[in-house]
């Protein structure tokens, strides 16, 4: 399986994921209680329409009008219901809903006729009905595993003379759960019927109706239209509006019609077809729609109720103010808190998306009023469609998959961010431009987490193959450390050529080749595989890695991604204890010697990939100038008759070895020339005799330098004390052939 139908196949496993989890009432729930919440906190406060207010029975009225504030403000006279009611009436509200409970006789029956006389003068009351829910057990013996009950729902009546008076009345169930999102426009626990926010929608709406009736004639049946009574006959809202709506339901195709008929239409001005529109989507809309809170409690302009009855003394400014801000509006009357302990004893507030940190709950008023504002402005929070929502995540699925598993670890945290960030922005400007609700928590907290679990899943699978790669292209006596550090650094994918810093070894045998033509064959491998495997192990007690062995030499190298001091340690090391370990071997043995010469050099090395994308067609190869000029390195130890030979790019820093530099030399076939030192031994190990050549090796190849004519003598003394002295015997050998004026400072060799 190719690495491209891995990621794809991740892809398709975590959108199915998000899918899955979104369809689960557990995944609706958490972006219900999580994703919502945090949308409306990123969207803030939005304004609420004009044509709604709220007039609060609260605390300061209660004071203001010398009412009990305690055990609840329900007991209020009402006669003074009905002064408000004439109050609103007179200063031209449009719609008065009462929020207010009207099924028990008052403790004076006087303000009954009172407020029902108020309320039929007024002719535009609406009241919310309160409802009474009954379980019914319609199993006979306890005893019986299948339990049948039922829950009744019915409304609980008015006093007749209200009932009688009022424009419509309805309830207005709201889901019990800890925190409100939604409401019921039709309710279907009692025979989808309308709830006060499609009420009192219909009853704003009734200036516009009989433009609304002719409309439906044109594009609908007569008789069905015929049944539809003019404005001026509307006596039963509610019948009015569950008729609409059982039309709309069962002949969908009405809507579109009415829809058409609209645009064209002429004879109509902007804002009645805007009333027209909201009352088709009222009829053909959803049962249930979710709130859009315009922002904490009391966001929807509120005026105390005491403003409208007895403003404090000599406030008639105040008075005239709050009559004027009534007219032509939908004026909500109920209980509204201010405080948390408000909150606990009118029992009539809920937990929203806005309640702030000291627990200041909406009020079932407010979110009557929310519930109307949102339909008159065809502004509902609209979760976005199943369909689209799921496309979405799969696609969210797809993109991290083939993506993320691409990345660097760390890029594969950044992007993640910007993914989620990008996301998050989206979904804000589509909730804040168009109040859609994208899913947020699993996208953010289940399908990037997975695509990034899956994704460091792919990249340990593929880094897994790399270290098999790696293994074999360093061979058998790999050490772990070494490895683990490539696999760490190295990019598990691999698409490009990587840089590493390394430190390369190379041995080779002094005349092996005359060697290999006097032994037997088989002798001769014998003792090679003795040879190497003190070399191999030589080599891996010091972390590095043989890579290569060809006939009688060696390649070793040491790699890691950032040029460490102590990678050119463990290669100096290892240099040591193979001239240690071969001449422990060349005199405890009864076979040939093998003097071996080594050759150590660092720099940056290439390790590149052959092979097609698949993950199990490619191999690995090392390349670069480095080891070919290790290779030159070892083979100069044959003209200084030296036998460890490292570069000045291995030692820099490194004061531990005991080393003499021996001068530039430039290769054949090279442009740059290298520094050469022999790496004698380590310091605390030195010898008198050891440290007394380099000191004068090393002031005669000062003076080589600037060319002075001492020099000669320098070598000449080297070699009376140190007859055998390879590198002296080099330069003497060069300084007999020229003037001190011609010597160079950098030596050229011309065979390779």
Same mark, same amino acid.
């Given at each position: 399986?190719?690495?491209?139908?891995?990621?794809?196949?991740?892809?398709?496993?975590?959108?199915?994921?998000?899918?899955?989890?979104?369809? !689960?009432?557990?995944?609706?729930?958490?972006?219900?209680?999580?994703?919502?919440?945090?949308?409306?906190?990123?969207?803030?406060?939005?304004?609420?329409?004009?044509?709604?207010?709220?007039?609060?029975?609260?605390?300061?009225?209660?004071?203001?009008?010398?009412?009990?504030?305690?055990?609840?403000?329900?007991?209020?006279?009402?006669?003074?219901?009905?002064?408000?009611?004439?109050?609103?009436?007179?200063?031209?509200?449009?719609?008065?809903?009462?929020?207010?409970?009207?099924?028990?006789?008052?403790?004076?029956?006087?303000?009954?006729?009172?407020?029902?006389?108020?309320?039929?003068?007024?002719?535009?009351?609406?009241?919310?009905?309160?409802?009474?829910?009954?379980?019914?057990?319609?199993?006979? &013996?306890?005893?019986?595993?299948?339990?049948?009950?039922?829950?009744?729902?019915?409304?609980?009546?008015?006093? *007749?003379?209200?009932?009688?008076?009022?424009?419509?009345?309805?309830?207005?169930?709201?889901?019990?759960?800890?925190?409100?999102?939604?409401?019921?426009?039709?309710?279907?626990?009692?025979?989808?019927?309308?709830?006060?926010?499609?009420?009192?929608?219909?009853?704003?709406?009734?200036?516009?109706?009989?433009?609304? #009736?002719?409309?439906?004639?044109?594009?609908?049946?007569?008789?069905?239209?015929?049944?539809?009574?003019?404005?001026?006959?509307?006596?039963?809202?509610?019948?009015?509006?569950?008729?609409?709506?059982?039309?709309?339901?069962?002949?969908?195709?009405?809507?579109?019609?009415?829809?058409?008929?609209?645009?064209?239409?002429?004879?109509l001005d902007k804002d009645t077809k805007q009333m027209i529109q909201v009352l088709i989507?009222?009829?053909?809309?959803?049962?249930?729609?979710?709130?859009?809170?315009?922002?904490?409690?009391?966001?929807?302009?509120?005026?105390?109720?005491?403003?409208?009855?007895?403003?404090?003394?000599?406030?008639?400014?105040?008075?005239?103010?709050?009559?004027?801000?009534?007219?032509?509006?939908?004026?909500?009357?109920?209980?509204?808190?201010?405080?948390?302990?408000?909150?606990?004893?009118?029992? &009539?507030?809920?937990?929203?998306?806005?309640?702030?940190?000291?627990?200041?709950?909406?009020?079932?008023?407010?979110?009557?009023?929310?519930?109307?504002?949102?339909?008159?402005?065809?502004?509902?929070?609209?979760?976005?469609?199943?369909?689209?929502?799921?496309?979405?995540l799969l696609i969210m699925g797809l993109t991290a998959g083939i993506i993320f598993p691409?990345?660097?670890? #760390?890029?594969?945290?950044?992007?993640?961010?910007?993914?989620?960030?990008?996301?998050?922005?989206?979904?804000?400007?589509?909730?804040?431009?168009?109040? /859609?609700?994208?899913?947020?928590?699993? *996208?953010?907290?289940?399908?990037?987490?997975?695509?990034?679990?899956?994704?460091?899943?792919?990249?340990?699978?593929?880094?897994?193959?790399?270290?098999?790669?790696?293994?074999?292209?360093?061979?058998?006596?790999?050490?772990?450390?070494?490895?683990?550090?490539?696999? #760490?650094?190295?990019?598990?994918?691999?698409?490009?050529?990587?840089?590493?810093?390394?430190?390369?070894?190379?041995?080779?045998?002094?005349?092996?080749?005359?060697?290999?033509?006097?032994?037997?064959?088989?002798?001769?491998?014998?003792?090679?595989?003795?040879?190497?495997?003190?070399?191999?192990?030589?080599?891996?007690?010091?972390?590095?890695?043989?890579?290569?062995?060809?006939?009688?030499?060696?390649?070793?190298?040491?790699?890691?991604?950032?040029?460490?001091?102590?990678?050119?340690?463990?290669?100096?090391?290892?240099?040591?204890?193979?001239?240690?370990? /071969?001449?422990?071997?060349?005199?405890?043995?009864?076979?040939?010697?093998?003097?071996?010469?080594?050759?150590?050099?660092?720099?940056?090395?290439?390790?590149?990939?052959?092979?097609?994308?698949?993950?199990?067609?490619?191999?690995?190869?090392?390349?670069?100038?480095?080891?070919? !000029?290790?290779?030159?390195?070892?083979? !100069?130890?044959?003209?200084?008759?030296?036998?460890?030979?490292?570069?000045?790019?291995?030692?820099?820093?490194?004061?531990?070895?005991?080393?003499?530099?021996?001068?530039?030399?430039?290769?054949?076939?090279?442009?740059?020339?290298?520094?050469?030192?022999?790496?004698?031994?380590?310091?605390?190990?030195?010898?008198?005799?050891?440290?007394?050549?380099?000191?004068?090796?090393?002031?005669?190849?000062?003076?080589?330098?600037?060319?002075?004519?001492?020099?000669?003598?320098?070598?000449?003394?080297?070699?009376?004390?140190?007859?055998?002295?390879?590198?002296?015997?080099?330069?003497?050998?060069?300084?007999?052939?020229?003037?001190?004026?011609?010597?160079?400072?950098?030596?050229?060799?011309?065979?390779?």
């Amino acid at each position: 399986m190719t690495k491209y139908v891995r990621q794809i196949l991740l892809g398709i496993i975590i959108g199915l994921l998000g899918m899955f989890i979104y369809l !689960t009432p557990q995944g609706w729930s958490l972006e219900e209680k999580y994703g919502l919440y945090w949308l409306f906190q990123l969207r803030g406060t939005m304004p609420p329409p004009n044509e709604v207010i709220v007039v609060a029975i609260d605390r300061p009225s209660a004071s203001q009008l010398g009412l009990p504030v305690t055990p609840n403000f329900w007991p209020w006279p009402r006669n003074i219901h009905a002064n408000l009611i004439d109050r609103l009436a007179q200063a031209g509200a449009q719609v008065i809903v009462l929020d207010l409970i009207f099924h028990t006789i008052g403790t004076v029956p006087e303000h009954d006729q009172q407020l029902a006389k108020a309320i039929r003068s007024a002719g535009n009351v609406i009241i919310v009905e309160r409802l009474y829910t009954e379980q019914l057990d319609f199993t006979n &013996d306890e005893n019986e595993s299948f339990q049948l009950k039922l829950i009744k729902e019915e409304s609980i009546p008015l006093l *007749p003379e209200i009932s009688d008076a009022v424009l419509s009345h309805a309830p207005f169930p709201l889901p019990d759960k800890p925190r409100i999102n939604a409401y019921w426009a039709f309710k279907p626990g009692i025979g989808d019927a309308p709830t006060i926010p499609a009420i009192v929608l219909q009853a704003f709406t009734l200036k516009i109706y009989d433009d609304f #009736r002719r409309l439906l004639q044109k594009v609908h049946n007569l008789d069905v239209a015929q049944q539809l009574p003019d404005q001026d006959r509307i006596k039963d809202l509610e019948s009015l509006v569950f008729t609409m709506r059982h039309l709309f339901v069962n002949q969908p195709e009405i809507k579109r019609q009415l829809l058409l008929e609209l645009r064209d239409s002429t004879s109509l001005d902007k804002d009645t077809k805007q009333m027209i529109q909201v009352l088709i989507n009222l009829y053909s809309g959803q049962e249930a729609y979710y709130l859009n809170f315009y922002g904490p409690p009391r966001s929807i302009k509120t005026i105390p109720y005491y403003q409208f009855l007895q403003p404090p003394e000599g406030d008639e400014k105040s008075l005239n103010a709050a009559l004027d801000s009534v007219k032509d509006k939908v004026v909500f009357v109920g209980l509204s808190s201010t405080t948390q302990s408000e909150n606990e004893q009118i029992r &009539d507030a809920y937990h929203s998306v806005f309640t702030d940190p000291e627990g200041v709950k909406i009020s079932g008023v407010e979110i009557a009023a929310t519930a109307f504002a949102n339909l008159l402005e065809n502004k509902s929070v609209r979760p976005f469609s199943y369909a689209g929502s799921l496309g979405l995540l799969l696609i969210m699925g797809l993109t991290a998959g083939i993506i993320f598993p691409l990345l660097s670890n #760390r890029n594969l945290i950044v992007v993640s961010f910007i993914l989620a960030a990008a996301y998050v922005v989206f979904a804000w400007l589509l909730f804040k431009q168009a109040s /859609i609700w994208l899913p947020l928590v699993i *996208p953010l907290f289940i399908m990037i987490p997975g695509a990034i679990f899956g994704a460091i899943i792919l990249k340990y699978l593929a880094a897994r193959h790399e270290r098999d790669q790696l293994l074999e292209l360093f061979g058998q006596f790999t050490p772990e450390r070494v490895v683990g550090d490539l696999t #760490r650094h190295v990019d598990a994918n691999l698409h490009k050529d990587q840089l590493v810093f390394g430190a390369c070894l190379f041995t080779d045998v002094k005349g092996y080749t005359t060697l290999a033509e006097a032994m037997d064959v088989r002798q001769l491998k014998l003792l090679m595989d003795d040879y190497f495997d003190i070399l191999s192990r030589s080599v891996k007690q010091n972390n590095g890695v043989v890579s290569e062995k060809i006939g009688d030499a060696m390649l070793a190298i040491w790699e890691v991604t950032s040029a460490r001091k102590i990678l050119r340690e463990e290669a100096c090391k290892a240099g040591l204890a193979i001239v240690d370990n /071969i001449n422990q071997f060349n005199h405890d043995r009864n076979h040939p010697a093998l003097p071996t010469r080594i050759g150590i050099h660092f720099g940056e090395l290439l390790i590149t990939k052959y092979g097609s994308g698949s993950m199990d067609n490619y191999i690995y190869r090392v390349v670069g100038d480095l080891i070919n !000029t290790t290779s030159r390195i070892e083979g !100069t130890n044959k003209l200084l008759g030296t036998n460890l030979l490292v570069t000045s790019e291995v030692i820099e820093g490194i004061d531990r070895f005991l080393t003499r530099p021996l001068g530039s030399f430039l290769f054949a076939g090279k442009s740059l020339p290298v520094n050469l030192c022999e790496l004698i031994t380590y310091q605390q190990r030195a010898t008198n005799q050891q440290i007394q050549l380099c000191a004068m090796f090393t002031d005669a190849l000062t003076a080589y330098l600037q060319q002075q004519a001492i020099a000669i003598q320098k070598w000449t003394e080297i070699l009376r004390i140190f007859p055998n002295d390879g590198p002296t015997k080099f330069y003497l050998s060069i300084c007999s052939q020229s003037s001190p004026d011609q010597w160079s400072s950098i030596i050229k060799l011309n065979e390779k």
